[in-house]
C-alpha cells in the first residue's frame, strides 16, 4: 500500500514562493494520478492540480494557473508543487493524494491521502 508524505508548508508573504513535496513509501507513483489539493478554513476540499503518470498531462484550477506548476520526478518518487506569487487566497492546508487509473480533479475520486502541510500567506 502507498503511503504519502507532504511536505513543504511554511509561512510566506504575498508574493513569495513555496515548493510543495510529496513522497510515496511502498510503492511507486506509477500507474497513479497524482493530485494536490487544498482546504482553507471553512471551505471544501479543492483540486490545486493533478498529474498523469500515463502521459504527463496536467490540470490546474483557474485560481492557479500561470503561478502554479505541478511535476514528478520518477527517480526519487516525488511530486511536488511548485508555488509563485502567493497570494492570502491561498492560505490552506494542502494535501497530495493519488488515484489508479485516469487523472481527474474530482476530489473524491482520490484513494490514498497525505496527511496535509499548511500554507499561510500573509498580506
Known amino acids: 500500500e502507498v503511503q504519502l508524505q507532504a511536505s513543504g508548508g511554511g509561512l510566506v508573504q504575498a508574493g513569495g514562493s513555496l515548493r510543495l513535496s510529496c513522497a510515496a513509501s511502498?510503492?511507486?507513483?506509477?500507474?497513479?494520478?497524482i493530485g494536490w489539493f487544498r482546504r482553507a478554513p471553512g471551505k471544501e476540499r479543492e483540486a490545486v492540480s493533478c498529474?498523469?503518470?500515463?502521459?504527463?498531462?496536467?490540470y490546474y484550477g483557474d485560481s492557479v494557473k500561470g503561478r502554479f506548476t505541478i511535476s514528478r520526478d520518477s527517480a526519487k518518487n516525488m511530486v511536488y508543487l511548485q508555488m509563485n506569487s502567493l497570494e492570502p487566497n491561498d492560505t490552506a492546508v494542502y494535501y497530495c493524494?493519488?488515484?489508479?487509473?485516469?487523472?481527474?480533479?474530482?476530489?473524491?475520486?482520490?484513494?490514498?491521502w497525505g496527511q496535509g502541510t499548511q500554507v499561510t500567506v500573509s498580506s
Open positions: 498529474i498523469s503518470s500515463y502521459d504527463g498531462s496536467t
Open positions: 511502498g510503492g511507486t507513483f506509477d500507474d497513479y494520478a
Open positions: 493524494a493519488i488515484r489508479s487509473g485516469s487523472m481527474t480533479y474530482d476530489v473524491r475520486s482520490y484513494d490514498a
